[in-house]
């Protein structure tokens, strides 16, 4: 209550200011601050949206007047040719701004979203017949090491400019850690990949690990789609509908953990009721003669892992309930009790309260949607601020520049200390 008070004071204080005013109090260290500690009534005050809205296509956040859209198409264009024609260079040449980021970095995205569909529809053919990786799969290395080089490249630009509000929610932020573990899903397909036909010669090997690499790849494509939705984040009308999308998976997320205990539970009961079937049969079989009959268990529940397969498709109305019978009497009432329990449990209570929290959900963000949307934005120029401007896989191509101008800038910084410290060391003899 008492930070929901102080952020009300300062929209009141923001409101009552004329515009003059605000241009000195609104910054980006600030903006950066209400967004890591999630103050979206801040963000979303006309004040804080005004300076948002001057920020995303002028150069630098600094100008008190919008840009004509001609003038920030004209810009988009030549900043899109000369990043094309100089890529070594851009980053020097081309005066960047987060529209221009956002384009960039868009095009890079979707670029290698049509890469991957491309390798899941052509690229597994020729894994048949082929020595070596595949063209597309060394494309598909350069754009992953290339957006790599710019995670690495945006958190040491951070840290060089002494913007630590900013840097840490960078590095600890869902989305970076999101980023780095899909990174991280295709680090290990091309570790596979690699391993398949650079490092062993037997061909059971290789049919192993190349094998085993198309899976990781079928989890890095569908991570990688999931992630390009958070171009949608800008847009008026489907940034909510992502944010309540974000929110609804959270849910889903918590749900399941209480219907995994649920379902463990009556997994492990179901087992241990079969189980003592099956050892009453067996010990009637032992004691009976050659020619009396012999009582055999149903094949239904032979173990933890058959009864978890069944209890789930139960759900679904997907298996037969004679699976769930046991040969002798008590052993079967009670598992067809406990199967009784799990449905009403599971079908009745709990997924009727998952559609009770997704609605809830759902509600809380469309009655806010212009707040998160507002919110949302502010996170996307914020973060644009601060992206490389070169798309990738040509980040690749600037990257020796800007490790030459990092190491002058660092020289330089050096050399101005020791002649401080030399005239310092003058002064006090």
Known sequence: EL???????????LSGCQSKTVRYIVDDDLIDYAIAKRQKQFIASPAVQEYIGRAWHSIGSHETERRSKRTVVASVVIGMIVMLLFPFAANRIVPTFPLLSFIANAISMIVFLVLL????????????????????DWILFVFCVGFVVRKVTKGVQLLSRKNHVAASHYLVRKQTIADAVLLFVFAVYFGLLFAAYYGTSSSSTRETLVRASFHVYGVAVLGWCISSLNLLQFHSRLGPIQVSFISITRVTLMFLVILCAFWAGFALSI???????????????ATRSDDASVETARDGIKGVWVSLRSLFWALFGMIEVESFESPTGPENVVGMLLLAV??????????????????NSF????????????????KVVRDMASHPVVPVPLNLVSLPVEIVFFALNANQKKASTIQYIVFASSILS
């Open 117 to 136: 569909v491309v390798g899941v529809v052509v690229n597994g053919e020729q894994h048949f017949d082929a020595s070596a990786p595949t063209l597309l």
């Open 342 to 359: 799990w449905l009403v449990v599971s079908v009745i209570v709990l997924l009727n309260m998952l559609i009770a929290l997704i609605n």
């Open 3 to 13: 930070a929901q008070g102080a952020e009300s004071l300062a929209v009141d204080l």
């Open 363 to 378: 509600q809380r963000v469309e009655d806010n949607a212009d707040l998160e949307w507002k919110f949302s934005r502010a």
């Open 271 to 285: 087992t241990s009721v079969h189980t003592a079937s099956v050892f009453v049969t067996t010990t009637r079989n």
